[in-house]
């Protein structure tokens, strides 16, 4: 199993745990995560955009699919939770550094 492969379902893992600790464990200490507009640097910010996130959608994530594309890993995830037009399929794009999540954007995928 690849780093890559490794650090993604740590944060599938962490994530439908609810484990806002170990989630943002994930991520390099200079990490960067764009989602719904805001960019979050760092894992204070990344901690209390967890959770905040996970209080008020109460998510969980389901892998559907992951490919490679040029410097970045592309997850496909059913996202379900407490909001408008759950279950909704959303596109997370990460760049892995040593191990760790340096970069992640969430987006709405056209699937």
């Given at each position: 199993m690849s780093h890559v492969t490794e650090i993604i379902e740590s944060f599938l893992k962490e994530k439908n745990n609810f484990d806002s600790a170990a989630f943002v464990a994930c991520f390099a200490d200079d990490a960067v995560v764009h989602d719904e507009g805001q960019e979050l640097l760092g894992p204070a910010a990344i901690k209390r955009w967890i959770e905040a996130s996970n209080a008020k959608y109460q998510d969980t994530i389901a892998a559907e699919r992951i490919v490679e594309a040029d410097n970045e890993t592309i997850?496909?995830?059913?996202?379900?939770?407490?909001?408008?037009?759950?279950?909704v399929f959303l596109n997370f794009h990460f760049v892995i550094r040593k191990g760790k999540i340096s970069r992640l954007r969430i987006e709405p995928t056209n699937k």
């Amino acid at each position: 199993m690849s780093h890559v492969t490794e650090i993604i379902e740590s944060f599938l893992k962490e994530k439908n745990n609810f484990d806002s600790a170990a989630f943002v464990a994930c991520f390099a200490d200079d990490a960067v995560v764009h989602d719904e507009g805001q960019e979050l640097l760092g894992p204070a910010a990344i901690k209390r955009w967890i959770e905040a996130s996970n209080a008020k959608y109460q998510d969980t994530i389901a892998a559907e699919r992951i490919v490679e594309a040029d410097n970045e890993t592309i997850l496909t995830a059913l996202v379900t939770g407490i909001f408008e037009g759950s279950p909704v399929f959303l596109n997370f794009h990460f760049v892995i550094r040593k191990g760790k999540i340096s970069r992640l954007r969430i987006e709405p995928t056209n699937k």
